[in-house]
């Protein structure tokens, strides 16, 4: 008998071994094809967080290297948009209003670039934090521009954001890398955002008494208990709500002619109240003219 392995050509002999190599690798368990190993990122991300006041700041970047580089004017160019880091677009996230180096930004998550130059650098905010690195860019969609002069440090490796100088009311975003630092002064009206704080809060504070009333009432509880909470929260607040539950307090003390008076101001108070409207127009109505009836 022929040996036909001695006569088969090579490329022929290669395809088979190929075929017999797929079929292995197949049957080897999923461990043994596992993909590449997780490595170190040249430019690994990175995010700085700072709360002033009431407001919380974050950056997130990429923070490359510099690796005996010369950084700026070669590896970073003059007069170029710059990401302001590696990958994706530097952010910067606000969860209040505040104000950039002057100009009044809106709660949000913006893309951070910059156009480094010899002596004075552009900061840009822009509202497309999406963008690709430089890549769909457009200056139309800038919220802040401010030129800063950079300062000399001591020398860093890696890019890094920093929040420094930190009040209630005011911090300083600083960029560093290699021997140069730029500042941005960002600032917040923490005081007029708790004064609004304040403002609900104690606007809110009849709630609470109208919550205990009307349970109180719901309930069979004391209704001279119910009545002085009632009369707190319609003194904190005058509403619907609390004007008619203080009628139904009322009229179930069997003072019915004071109870009319109290509805009356709740229908006053829930004119063009949706809820008023589509859910208890019609009850309170029927219960004044119930209250009116001689008993």
């Not at 890398?177 to 504070?205: C, E, F, Y």
Request: aromatic residues 8%; proline residues 6%.
């Amino acid at each position: 008998m022929r040996d036909t392995s001695r006569t088969m050509s090579i490329p022929h002999r290669w395809a088979r071994l190929a075929a017999a190599a797929a079929v292995v690798a197949c049957a080897l368990p999923a461990a043994a094809q596992q993909a590449a190993p997780e490595l170190p990122q040249a430019s690994p991300k990175a995010r700085v967080e700072q709360q002033v006041g009431l407001t919380e700041l974050a950056v997130a970047y990429n923070s490359p290297g510099v690796k005996g580089r010369a950084v700026w004017g070669e590896l970073v160019p003059y007069d170029e948009l710059w990401r302001t880091g590696a990958n994706a677009a530097t952010m910067l996230e606000a969860s209040r209003d505040f104000t950039f180096a002057g100009t009044k930004v809106p709660a949000g998550t913006y893309a951070l670039y910059t156009i480094p130059g010899k002596a004075t650098w552009t900061v840009i905010l822009n509202k497309n934090p999406g963008a690709n690195g430089t890549r769909g860019y457009d200056e139309k969609n800038d919220v802040a521009r401010v030129a800063v002069t950079p300062t000399t440090i001591p020398a860093r490796e890696r890019l890094a954001f920093l929040f420094a100088d930190t009040t209630d009311d005011a911090t300083r975003l600083d960029l560093e890398w290699d021997t140069l630092r730029v500042s941005v002064p960002v600032t917040v009206d923490t005081k007029a955002q708790a004064m609004a704080n304040i403002d609900k809060a104690v606007g809110d504070a009849w709630r609470p008494h109208f919550a205990s009333a009307r349970y109180l009432l719901d309930s069979g509880g004391n209704l001279d208990q119910a009545s002085g909470y009632i009369e707190t929260s319609i003194a904190i607040k005058p509403t619907w709500w609390n004007s008619w539950v203080k009628a139904q307090i009322l009229a179930k003390q069997g003072k019915r002619s004071e109870a009319v008076v109290a509805a009356e101001e709740a229908q006053k108070l829930g004119t063009g109240d949706e809820i008023f409207e589509g859910f208890f127009k019609a009850p309170v109505a029927k219960a004044i003219a119930d209250w009116k009836q001689p008993s």
